[in-house]
């Protein structure tokens, strides 16, 4: 077995190990090829070692550990989403609200924050930690924030849901878009 390994490893170095040659054709270009042309007095030439250079290993995101290393350092000591109300529903009639994010430390110099509406972005990235919403349907919706160092997401808070509870056009207790003015009641004669 380790002949066959011998072999196979010696196989694959002889390319590596190839020449270069270096001649001058008829119309006095100079040209490096690794096989020397019939007839011409081709030059070897010694080439220097390749330089090589070992990558970083990627960044790894934060809850994307395998489990049993220890938990990668993270930028923020806190990033969520705050200021919704503690029974998680939103009563907003025309859909229209605030969210803020809590961050410690501060956003650092150089980074932004981006809202995630269900998954998706919502307004573009932005160092205020204040988010309006406005137009949001009835129904249940998820909201996280990610941090952002330039256009590398380096951070994502975890993911709160909520209801957005809206007054219905079919409500009874909704008023009337227009009501019959009431009927002047008669004065009494003098």
């Given at each position: 077995m380790r002949l066959i390994v011998t072999?196979?490893?010696?196989?694959?170095?002889?390319?590596?190990?190839?020449?270069?040659?270096?001649?001058?054709?008829?119309n006095g270009n100079t040209v490096?090829?690794?096989?020397?042309?019939?007839?011409?007095?081709a030059e070897t030439v010694t080439l220097p070692p390749v330089n090589t250079v070992q990558s970083p290993p990627p960044p790894t995101m934060p809850g994307s550990?395998?489990?049993?290393?220890?938990?990668?350092?993270?930028?923020?000591?806190?990033?969520?989403?705050?200021?919704?109300?503690?029974?998680e529903a939103v009563r907003a009639n025309n859909g229209s609200f605030t969210v803020g994010v809590r961050i410690e430390p501060q956003l650092?110099?150089?980074?932004?924050?981006?809202?995630l509406l269900d998954g998706q972005p919502y307004g573009g990235l932005t160092s205020s930690v204040?988010?309006?919403?406005s137009d949001i349907?009835?129904?249940e919706h998820s909201l996280s924030v990610q941090a952002f160092s330039g256009?590398?997401?380096?951070?994502?808070?975890?993911?709160?849901?909520?209801?957005?509870?809206?007054?219905?056009?079919?409500?009874?207790?909704?008023?009337?878009?227009?009501?019959?003015?009431?009927?002047?009641?008669?004065?009494?004669a003098n």
């Open positions: 072999c196979l490893l010696a196989a694959l170095a002889l390319p590596a190990s190839a020449e270069i040659y270096k001649y001058t054709d008829a490096f090829t690794n096989q020397p042309p019939q007839g011409s007095k550990e395998p489990a049993g290393e220890g938990a990668a350092e993270q930028v923020y000591n806190v990033l969520e989403i705050a200021d919704l109300p503690d029974d650092r110099i150089g980074d932004s924050l981006q809202l204040q988010f309006p919403l349907e009835r129904g256009d590398r997401l380096i951070q994502q808070s975890p993911t709160v849901t909520f209801t957005t509870q809206r007054i219905s056009t079919n409500s009874p207790a909704r008023p009337p878009i227009n009501p019959t003015p009431p009927k002047p009641t008669p004065r009494p």
